[in-house]
């Protein structure tokens, strides 16, 4: 059973800008590059954790720099008690592709473990997920993918500059 929670005001702001110098510094970036943003999450006014998204660039692959988009998640030690929330999601994003590429879920709630890997395939115009030791494949028809970690970073680009105070109003599905 899905249990609905009405996260309100969950508020951060960037703590750095897009990097200088940088391969994609010179032109609109599709994600913000260096940016670091702290969450406090409060549930019925009462503040139950943090949240912390990070993103950079590495340009390693010199024939398609990748972003690495991280969130984590963890509740505060009153509320490990009620419902203990341990979560790290990491998200790869390809420059060259304009299309996440990778997506791995890690997180513990309330005791249990959950691990999830999205890889894309285009070549095969597929996404396999891996879970539990099982794989599934999803066929894919677009050119550009984007799991909810660039999604998110792309969204506030659009809607917000680096540094700007960003409010959400989120509701979870716990």
Do not use: W
Not at 92 to 114: N, P
Not at 132 to 139: F, K, W
Request: charged share 25%; hydrophobic share 35%.
């Amino acid at each position: 059973m899905a249990l609905a929670v009405i996260l309100g005001m969950v508020a951060g702001t960037a703590q750095a800008g897009e990097g200088e110098g940088s391969f994609v510094a010179e032109s609109k970036a599709p994600i913000p590059i260096d940016d670091l943003m702290r969450y406090n999450v409060y549930f019925a006014g009462i503040h139950c954790g943090t949240m912390t998204l990070q993103s950079f660039l590495d340009e390693t692959k010199v024939d398609d720099p990748t972003y690495k988009i991280v969130m984590t998640a963890r509740t505060s030690k009153f509320f490990d008690s009620i419902y203990k929330v341990r979560t790290r999601i990491e998200s790869t994003y390809s420059l060259k592709r304009m299309s996440s590429i990778r997506y791995h879920e890690h997180s513990e709630e309330k005791k249990k473990v959950k691990d999830k890997l999205y890889v894309v395939d285009f070549g095969g115009s597929q996404v396999r997920r891996i879970e539990g030791g099982e794989e599934e494949i999803i066929p894919i028809t677009s050119r550009h993918v984007h799991d909810p970690l660039s999604f998110l970073y792309r969204v506030r680009l659009l809607l917000s500059e680096p540094g700007d105070h960003v409010t959400l109003d989120m509701i979870c599905l716990l």
